[in-house]
């Protein structure tokens, strides 16, 4: 018997409409002979009004358990409006938090990791021929505190559950009909594909593609679990995630996908002393205030001084710039400038091991379209840089253009 583990996100259960639509797709899962866990979001729009209210009672900050306590509301409404609807198509049905499953994660609230989940209760459900719904993105740790995985955290739920499951297959059922070349929303001539390795997938998803929660992917390589993304409201087979197969790399493009993030700020110091444990004093610090750092540069030092710049999460910006303005004198450093409307734009392909000169097409291709690179890094199946955030639907266009990705 076929053990399918089924994620629906926020779009897909957007409406009572649509979480009735879900429940006719899975009386069909059932008709058809399948065992089906299915893993909801909260729907569309519900964690970020919980997020706003939050913000509402404490301005500026909120307590991390008690968020917790609050975002785990949304899926649980989803999860039983399911259950409702499957039982009145005449389906057994039953719902679980993740503290009742007992997904146990640890305690790091508002991105906690899952360790373990208890699969015995959802296979005696499975057992009496019941579908069984599960609130994605929560858990509960070892003190029974409710803790959520992080924005997206459904996904990764799901292809835990279906690790453990040991699940024929994972799907997750999402507002577009697969994975595509580029998020579609901005270039409307990305092309679906039919299948992205793991490697390429994991890529995509860190460099800003927000079609897969990042731990989801990494969870599914690591635990080889048969991973596809597809659509709520229309057939077809999706994208299906794999191993790099060689068949597969015979025929490999060089770049199979073009990713971005917004979330980007960059900082300069400027004139910081050329000597051993500058980088470390400036970006020290910085790491004990839990800011993660992702691109950085240091150009060629004259007369013993060179300019340090590093990029940051939009977000953890004001703090970063904050910290630098304070310790300047500190770090020998005669200026500390920063910018916050940069966006990281990059090209993504197992097909770069074994071509050369991309990097080149992809500079020809940003230069033609009049857009001023600011920092560039490179490792063996990416290439990303950083261009003005006015810039970022040009690039990317201009990117996808030059290595051919559109739709034919
Ligand atoms: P869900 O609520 O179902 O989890 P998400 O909004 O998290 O859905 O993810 C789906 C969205 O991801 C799409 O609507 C699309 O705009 C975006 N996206 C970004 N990059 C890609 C890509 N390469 N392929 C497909 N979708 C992408
Ligand atoms: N509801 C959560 C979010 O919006 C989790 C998810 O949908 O995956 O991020
Ligand atoms: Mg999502």
Sequence with gaps: MT???KKFG?????TTERIKAVADKLRQGHAAGHQQVVVVSAMSGETNRLLAMADEMMPGGTDPRELDVLLSTGEQVTMALLCLALMDAGLSARSYTGGQVQILTDSSHNKARILDIDVSAIEADLKENRIVVVAGFQGVDAERNITTLGRGGSDTSAVALAA?????ECQIYTDVDGVYTTDPRVEPRARRLDRITFEEMLEMASLGSKVLQIRAVEF??????PLRVLSSFEEGEGTLITYDDEEKNMEQAMVS??????????VTVTAVADRPG??????GPISELNIEVDMIVQNAASEGAADFTFTVH??????VMEFLRTNMEQLGATEVSGDDKIVKVSIV????????GIASRMFKALAEAGINMRLITTSEIKISVVIDEKYMELGVRALHEEFGLEAI
């Excluded at 453990?164 to 024929?168: N, Y």
């Excluded at 939009?314 to 703090?319: E, I, K, P, T």
């Excluded at 097909?351 to 050369?356: D, K, L, V, Y």
């Design 220 to 225: 599914a390589g690591k635990y080889n679990v």
């Design 164 to 168: 453990v499951l040991k699940a024929d």
């Design 257 to 266: 996908g073009i990713a971005f993030s917004k979330d980007e700020a960059q």
């Design 3 to 5: 053990l399918l583990v």
């Design 314 to 319: 939009r977000n953890d910006f004001n703090r």
């Design 278 to 283: 500058t980088a470390y004093a400036i970006l």
């Design 10 to 14: 926020g779009t897909s259960v957007g």
């Design 349 to 356: 392909g197992v097909g770069m091991r074994s071509h050369a």
